[in-house]
């Protein structure tokens, strides 16, 4: 029996596509290409600085990405345009049914966590404004180590932190490239799988695949 179901947070609980009704004051009719290449960017730049041991916190990575998108793209843009941008990153709205999942998996007595690269200094805002931090447990940021998912050792802060087994924990995200990290490590994973894409293998495969949270919990009732 899982003790412990851990979320990822943005693309997982947090709709990160949502910032586009901000960036459209900015990009017009660009906005959903910047908003996607923003996106697109801000991981590939963790994966690289990963790789290159060249840390710096998810701020200000998704800061760097958001100009690279803008400039792609030839949208004008001043540093306070990209200030209030990135506000909206802290604004980020959850995904419909997240909040009563959320509360219904706490009724099962499930302890619930978010594990993030994002740094505290995004988490807590975009938690809080989402009106869901009264529905969590934990807020696990791999900044605490310096480091970025899919490290090892980005996941084992969720084992220090709980001094459990990995078969007692669930490892819920919409990324594939999180979903196989995880299950590399040890953890029982499951896909979010909002738009129904095929998933990425890259040497393992998700324990279940659902396409939104309340299908999470109808799982875990039956199991």
Known sequence: M??????????????TA?????????????????STLWRHTQL??????QVMERYITFDDITKQALEYALEVHKVPFTR????????EYL????????????????????????????????????????GISNKLDSIISADSIKQYKP??????LILKYY??????ILFVSSNTWDVTGAAHFGFDTVWVNRDQ???????????????????????????
């Open 2 to 15: 899982y003790k412990v179901i851990v979320f990822d947070a943005y693309g997982t609980l947090f709709d």
């Open 18 to 34: 949502s910032v586009k009704e901000k960036l459209e004051e900015f990009a017009g009719e660009k906005s959903e290409a910047v």
């Open 44 to 49: 590939k730049h963790t994966f690289l600085r």
């Open 80 to 87: 306070q345009d990209t200030n209030q941008i990135f506000e």
């Open 91 to 130: 604004n980020l709205k959850a995904y419909k049914e997240a909040p009563d999942a959320l509360k219904e998996l706490h009724k099962m007595q499930k302890t619930l966590s978010v594990f993030s690269n994002g740094n505290m200094d995004m988490l807590d805002p975009v938690i809080e404004n989402a």
């Open 151 to 156: 490290s090892p050792a980005s996941y084992a």
């Open 163 to 168: 001094q459990i087994k990995r078969e007692e």
């Open 197 to 223: 894409s095929l998933f990425d293998k890259n040497g393992t495969l998700p324990k279940i695949t659902v396409q939104d949270l309340d299908e999470l919990v109808h799982w875990l009732k039956l199991n």
